[in-house]
């Protein structure tokens, strides 16, 4: 089922805290902690209209003065909600600029503050840039308790942990999920148009089916006639962050309490558990104590990230640690491999391919999994992804991947799309495909890639094989020829192969290979 955002970490698990939450629909996106912000374009940051701060430290603020000038010359308001204090802290850092060439004829640019005590939004006011930033105080708005953000189709909760000072953590909570099956409303005749916005909105409100929506050239329909036909409804998507906070009880029962039944939580594992002294002393969690707290919440992935440098050449053993505490069970059947289903394939690949993995999940598997040698991949492959929330996930299945075929070590064609054509991946736009996934799934981009797909054609091989040592094990890997990629692979079985996209522009891209006969 579609989703109403995609979040996505910032900077890599070592860089900056940072969650960036891009709305599928009205060009709009959220940020949790305003960190180093390089990696977003202009574009992905002007469409921010709140960003949520855990705390004020400089690792997780350093991008503001960035947003701000971005938005300094735009009319769309800009919110972001912080810690008690952090009124004061913006109002000092707005006064350390110089506004003389700012005035009534400027644009009307604002920015609002919020302070949130751990309970409710305790302190507001509001920053305009014609009048060169002066602070307008301004009445809290009346929200519920541990509630920062209350919209049509989401909230954003709130809960104040202990860093040695108070550091937010952050759950985004769609309300109903409502999307659209295309093929029913052709099949009926049904035209897409305002009507459908009208009947969401009516449906997460709570309208009872007998509420009939208007339909141009139909007349009206009700709500139950269309709930199940041509919309499907659902629950909606939880996202947790978490970052920056001590191990301790209160904080314990108050991240579990955030992240419960999270679909996603993004949570910081700053060191291994056997350096849990460092980490006691700079207030922060371990690996080992965020896996805990994910599998105590029930959370369905989890992501680890705010890495501490001092591992900058092992982060794989935090993702590791993170994973095993997520998932024991997972450590258990890397080494145990479950019993094969009823048409061969092992269990954990169909609950994989059914439910999904974190990253760090699936790095654990595949760390499990015995190397393979580039011989035994001669031949055909069919090839499917396999989910961990990376942004390619069901983009080439979609696009009519169908798998690789390796005709010896030195001639690979790495992408065989339907109906056995090979494409050139030098050609593809991989960069703007993980920059923007939500452009690159869209039926637009789609049909682009139809029109488009015999001047991709590769006109000879893309890729050869040679053994590499990986993540402490020696196995096939294939390198593109004109392309910073590397796939890694592992065996299965005799007969299926995982596959490790690796790539400098984003996290791991797992995919599963099975031999044609």
């Known amino acids: 089922m579609t989703q109403l955002v995609q979040p996505r970490l910032v900077n890599p698990p070592e860089g900056d805290p940072g ?34 701060v855990s705390h004020a430290h ?15 010359h735009r009319p769309r308001p800009l919110t972001i909600i912080g810690p008690e204090g952090f009124l004061r802290q913006t109002e000092n850092r707005l006064g350390a600029f110089t506004w003389n060439l700012l005035d009534e004829s400027s644009v009307d640019f604002r920015l ?7 309970s409710h939004i305790s302190a507001a006011a509001e920053f305009r840039a014609r009048e060169a930033f002066r602070r307008r105080d301004l009445p809290p708005p009346a929200l519920d308790p541990g509630i920062v953000l209350a919209e049509t189709d989401f909230t954003v909760e709130s809960t104040a942990l202990d860093h040695k000072v108070p550091s937010l953590g952050f759950a985004l909570q769609e309300r109903l999920r409502v999307n659209v099956w295309r093929s029913a409303l052709d099949a009926r005749g049904l035209p897409v148009g305002p009507w459908i916005d009208a009947a969401k909105t009516a449906i997460r409100a709570g309208a009872p089916d007998e509420r009939c929506i208007e339909i141009p050239g139909h007349g009206p329909m009700r709500l139950g006639d269309l709930c199940g036909s041509v919309l499907q409804v659902g629950a909606g998507q939880r996202v947790a962050y978490v970052t920056d906070a001590a191990d301790t009880a209160a904080n314990r029962d108050r991240i579990v309490g955030l992240a419960r039944d999270a679909d996603q939580l993004f949570i910081e ?14 207030a922060h969690l371990t690996a080992r ?8 919440a029930g959370a369905r992935r989890v992501s680890g990230f705010h890495h501490s440098a001092r591992y900058s050449e092992d982060a794989g053993l935090l993702a590791a640690e993170l994973a095993a505490a997520a998932d024991p069970d997972a450590a258990t059947d890397a080494d145990n491999p479950p019993a094969s289903v009823a048409n061969g394939e092992p269990n954990w690949v169909r609950r994989w391919r059914r439910s999904g993995l974190s990253t760090e999940a699936a790095l654990i598997r595949f760390d499990g999994l015995p190397s393979i040698d580039t011989g035994e991949l001669i031949g055909s492959w069919q090839g499917v992804g396999l989910p961990t929330g990376h942004p390619l996930d069901g983009l080439l299945e979609r696009l009519g991947w169908r798998g690789k075929r390796f005709e010896s070590e030195d001639r690979v064609d790495p992408l065989i799309f339907e109906p056995g054509v090979r494409l050139d991946p030098a ?4 960069k703007t495909a993980l920059r923007w996934p939500r452009l690159a799934q869209s039926p ?14 590769a006109h000879g091989p893309a890729a050869h094989l040679a053994p590499i040592r990986f993540r402490g094990c020696t196995s096939a890997a294939m390198i593109y020829d004109r392309q910073p990629i590397t796939d890694h692979f592992r065996r299965i079985d005799a007969t299926r192969v995982l596959g490790l996209m690796q790539t400098r522009m984003a996290p791991p891209y797992f995919f599963l290979l099975r031999a044609e006969e």
């Open 112 to 118: 609002t503050v919020q302070e949130f005590d751990g």
């Open 19 to 52: 969650l960036y939450l891009d709305f599928r629909f009205g060009r709009r996106a959220l940020l949790f902690d305003l960190g180093d912000l390089a990696p977003l374009t202009p574009r992905e940051l002007l469409r921010v209209s709140h960003a949520f």
């Open 58 to 72: 400089m690792d997780h603020v350093a991008g503001f003065d960035r947003l701000l000038r971005l938005r300094l």
């Open 427 to 430: 050609r593809l736009p991989m």
């Open 444 to 457: 637009l981009s789609r049909a682009g890639f139809s029109l488009l797909r015999p001047a991709l054609r």
């Open 269 to 282: 594992a700053a060191f291994l558990e056997a350096d849990r002294d460092l980490a006691t002393a700079t």
């Open 289 to 296: 104590s965020a896996g805990e707290l994910a599998r105590a």
